[in-house]
């Protein structure tokens, strides 16, 4: 059975510090991994996928890395500004039934002005 | 381009009560899910589909119901809610084809029963 586990569970920063967020599982034999965003009280907005032929992606002050072999994945923020704080969330798909996504808990990330 | 619509937003129940929670899409996905989110759990896969007429159980199935008549709606029905279904609800769907295979979500239902 597949497990992620996000590490740490809460980072706070001051603003303007480049971040890493931590995502590991447990199957390598995923399909893709997914970074989503949880504002408080609202809905998940997807941020990045990797499909796991890839080794990485990038949207705007955003990249993502996948090392199947090692399990993990990271969630790279730079320059973060107040408005990047919220809850990140990443999803592993095992095979292509991305239907069933697994979850990490989540990161909880502040960032200070 | 609405995405996933889920309704309602919000919804208060007795113990017992049934209701259902929609969820509509209009991406022509085959695929659609329904997770529970609840504090310190992470969110969980309720029940899927992967297209019309076709459901099954994901981890925590007991206590809902869920049927697919049409490509683009995925209810989820509470045939006698119980305070432990106290939870925020998400509904969210993805294309079946190869290629990218991004999941969209829509905004939640966040249910509390009493």
């Known amino acids: 059975k597949q497990e992620v586990t996000q590490i740490p569970a809460a980072l706070s920063v001051p603003e303007g510090e480049n971040l890493v967020l931590n995502c590991s599982f447990t199957?390598?034999?995923?399909?893709?991994l997914q970074w989503f965003r949880q504002d408080p009280g609202k809905g998940l907005t997807s941020l990045l996928l990797?499909?796991?032929?890839?080794r990485e992606q990038t949207s705007g002050r955003l990249n993502a890395s996948l090392d199947k072999s090692s399990g993990r994945s990271t969630l790279y923020i730079a320059a973060s500004q107040p408005g990047d704080s919220a809850t990140y969330l990443c999803?592993?798909?095992?095979?292509?039934?991305?239907?069933?996504?697994?979850f990490g808990k989540g990161t909880l990330l502040t960032v200070n002005p | 381009n609405a995405g996933v619509t889920q309704t309602p937003k919000f919804q208060v129940l007795k113990t017992g009560q049934s209701m259902t929670l929609q969820c509509a899409q209009d991406?022509?996905?085959?695929?659609m899910s329904w997770y529970r989110q609840d504090p310190g759990m992470g969110l969980r896969l309720i029940h899927y589909?992967?297209?019309?007429?076709?459901?099954d159980q994901g981890e925590v199935p007991n206590g809902y119901n869920v049927s697919r008549s049409t490509t683009e709606d995925f209810p989820l029905r509470l045939l006698s809610a119980a305070p432990s279904q106290t939870s925020v609800y998400f509904c969210?769907?993805?294309?079946?084809?190869?290629?990218?295979?991004?999941?969209?979500f829509g905004q939640g239902t966040r249910l509390t029963v009493v």
């Open positions: 969210a769907s993805s294309y079946s084809g190869y290629g990218v295979t991004e999941a969209f």
């Open positions: 199957d390598s034999a995923i399909y893709n």
């Open positions: 990797i499909q796991s032929s890839q």
């Open positions: 999803a592993a798909v095992r095979g292509r039934s991305n239907y069933k996504l697994t």
């Open positions: 991406m022509n996905h085959e695929y």
């Open positions: 589909s992967v297209g019309a007429g076709i459901t």
